[in-house]
């Protein structure tokens, strides 16, 4: 696996590569904008870790610039900044994951490793559970052909329900990888999204398992 740090505090950056090298990771580094969208385009990436605050041309404009390109890499954006807006801006541009410094390298190498595992469970970014498409590189979901317009964590939500269509899918993977890892507030802020995706999606296609969690279903 071929890994690409964008990251201009090169203290970081070294400690991270030095870390996922030792992991068994091919990692590459750069330290500017520019350069971050060159290599990233020009090379064969398995994961972009990506920081928003980049001298040259800031992670926003590089990520929306890989997805317009088409390319489908899974990025995990790192940045100082905190809030629900910067975090959504994030995932609109395409981001696939979200993380607030300061962090542990521990919680990194986790995501890392998660949207890794995301990946190789569908080679299409679309993915079609009955009359549910949800197309993961657009971030656009359809049923019967109509499109649902979703807000960036709904999409998240909805997304790891998508990934492992059939299965039960817990409370906590989905605070783990939609919310960060140090999330502390109501767990239950994942029961507020499963009703707002019902009620955007229809009736039918998310199941509770009680005491599990939930199952997105192939129904028409």
């Known amino acids: 696996m071929r890994l690409l740090i964008v ?7 070294l400690s991270l590569a030095k870390g996922l090298t030792a992991e068994g990771f091919a990692v590459d580094v750069v330290h500017d904008g ?23 041309m800031n992670g926003y404009r590089i990520c929306a610039a890989l997805r317009a390109a ?14 629900e807006y910067d975090e959504a801006e994030g995932l609109d541009t395409g981001a696939d994951d979200y993380l607030t410094k300061p962090f ?10 998660a949207l890794l595992r995301r990946r190789g469970t569908g080679a299409s970014p679309v993915l079609r559970v009955g009359a549910l498409s949800v197309d993961r590189a657009a ?18 939500v909805l997304e790891q329900l998508a990934v492992r269509a059939g299965e039960v899918v817990s409370k906590a993977d989905i605070l783990e990888h939609v919310w960060d890892f140090a999330y502390e507030g109501d767990p239950n802020i994942v029961e507020v999204y499963i009703s707002a995706l019902r009620r955007k999606l229809g009736s039918g296609l998310i ?14």
């Open 104 to 113: 542990s390298y521990v919680v990194l190498l986790a995501r890392v490793r």
């Open 207 to 220: 199941d509770t398992v009680r005491g599990a969690g939930y199952r997105l279903v192939a129904r028409a």
């Open 70 to 83: 088409g390319h489908e890499v899974p990025i995990l954006m790192l940045t100082a900044k905190d809030g």
């Open 139 to 156: 971030r656009r979901v359809e049923r019967d052909g109509t499109e649902i317009a979703l807000t960036a964590r709904e999409f998240s």
């Open 7 to 13: 990251e201009d505090e090169k203290r970081l950056a």
């Open 34 to 56: 520019v350069s971050g969208l060159h290599r990233a385009s020009e090379g064969a990436y398995d994961l972009v870790v990506l920081d928003i605050m980049l001298p040259g």
